[in-house]
């Protein structure tokens, strides 16, 4: 269930780093940082600086005095300052720095950092950002150490990305210190969050900026390097999954890049419990067989008692399939339960990721269904189980299952 709301807060405010519940992710170690109001341009959450105009010459200098990092020879560092001189002395005599000119893109989904919280959040990462291998917001001779370090290395597939790839072609080489100078002086101060009118928004006749959250306040980094931004918003929480946002990367000076809508996540109060609990008959006196299905875990299309990003897979394959046409055994891809495989289900994954089943609970009660009930056994992940010595009758069952939660058990089950 979901902490009460003691404090008072704004009807547009944001919350970074941890979920309030609890202390965040040991994995990431990260801050908590509270943003207060919402952003106007009264009261902006961000303070802005002038662009920064550096002369050619400068940025030479900086080359000349790059450290080699820890393991790479110096002739591979050489080759790229030289190639990285070449590629920018066809410029002009400065460098200015500038915003992106690409978007925000979504963050994969890792149960790492995308723990529920109590209020609607988004999650976007820094992958977008190509030529920021150090990821300090500024695209600057220091990108080329991660070109240094990884250079020659090849992404194979499934494996991690490679910061210093930044032409995105699975390989770390002499091309990725064009794409370097092409971005060169590039940055980003802060990430503009706004509401675009309509639905579920419906009151809303303009865009409503919600807040203005800072590269530097970054919540930790996935897997694979790459930093991760998750914000709670204290906004009206639509009853759907999730709903759209549009973040925008700003510069120091104000200008801004390209717009980007980014699924914003609602966690509802869902927790999971066995609803389909049943006798089986199929089992002889005296003993008592009990059945019941996975199709509580609403969510795990492959049926494998984890909801992971391997049930993305289940609603490619059937998009825009209506329940009917489903072939057998597949009915549980309508996640959402709107009798349709929609984006509506990719909400719904989003909201319940990271449940695991791992078992179940058998309780037994001879006193009624309130209780109290008795610890029977602990399985594996089996959908029965059969009372050898079953009490007298009536009796009661429930089941609960066990895992990565939330979970209930199910209603009990009077066995008579």
């Not at 080359?63 to 300052?81: C, S």
């Not at 092409?182 to 919600?210: A, M, N, R, S, W």
């Not at 309130?370 to 399985?379: I, N, S, T």
Request: charged letters at 25%; hydrophobic letters at 40%; glycine letters at 10%.
């Amino acid at each position: 269930m979901r902490r009460a709301k003691n404090e008072k807060r704004n009807n547009f405010g944001v919350h970074l780093g941890r979920d309030r519940c609890g202390g965040g992710n040991p994995k990431l170690g990260a801050p908590d940082v509270l943003l207060g109001e919402k952003a106007t341009a009264e009261k902006p959450d961000v303070h802005s600086e002038s662009a920064k105009s550096v002369p050619l010459a400068e940025v030479f200098l900086e080359i000349e005095g790059l450290q080699v990092p820890a393991g790479v020879k110096d002739e591979v560092l050489e080759e790229l300052m030289d190639a990285m001189v070449q590629e920018l002395a066809g410029r002009s005599q400065k460098v200015v720095s500038a915003v992106p000119d690409y978007a925000v893109s979504q963050s994969a989904i890792s149960q790492y950092y995308m723990p529920l919280g109590d209020a609607p959040f988004v999650v976007w990462d820094s992958f977008f950002f190509r030529s920021d291998g150090i990821q300090d917001g500024i695209v600057t001779i220091q990108d080329l150490t991660p070109i240094a370090s990884d250079f020659g290395k090849i992404r194979v597939e499934g494996a991690n990305y490679l910061l210093g790839d930044y032409n995105r072609d699975g390989i770390v080489n002499i091309a990725d210190v064009s794409v370097l100078a092409e971005d060169f002086g590039k940055q980003v101060h802060h990430f503009k969050i706004v509401i675009p009118p309509g639905y579920p928004f419906t009151d809303l006749t303009e865009p409503l900026h919600v807040a203005d959250v800072l590269y530097s306040d970054a919540y930790g980094k996935d897997e694979w390097g790459y930093k991760v931004w998750r914000v709670e918003l204290d906004v009206p929480s639509p009853n759907q999954a999730g709903f759209y946002l549009e973040i925008t990367p700003v510069d120091s000076a104000g200008n801004e890049g390209t717009p980007r809508n980014i699924l914003a996540v609602v966690p509802w109060e869902n927790p999971v419990t066995v609803t389909d609990l049943a006798v089986d008959e199929s089992v002889l006196p005296p003993q008592v067989g009990i059945k019941w299905t996975g199709s509580f875990l609403n969510g795990d299309g492959n049926r494998d008692g984890e909801i992971d990003i391997r049930d993305v897979t289940p609603i490619v394959e059937h998009l825009f399939k209506k329940v009917e046409d489903l072939p057998p055994g597949t009915e549980n891809v309508d996640y959402d339960g709107n009798r349709i495989v929609n984006q509506g289900d990719i909400g719904i994954l989003y909201q319940r990721f990271g449940q695991t089943v791992t078992g179940f609970l058998i309780e037994v009660s001879t006193e009624g269904a309130e209780g109290p009930f008795v610890l029977q056994a602990e399985l594996s992940c089996v959908f029965y189980y059969t009372i050898a010595n079953p009490p007298a009758v009536p009796f009661w069952v429930r089941v609960t299952p066990a895992g990565n939660g939330p979970w209930e058990p199910s209603d009990p089950l009077q066995v008579e």
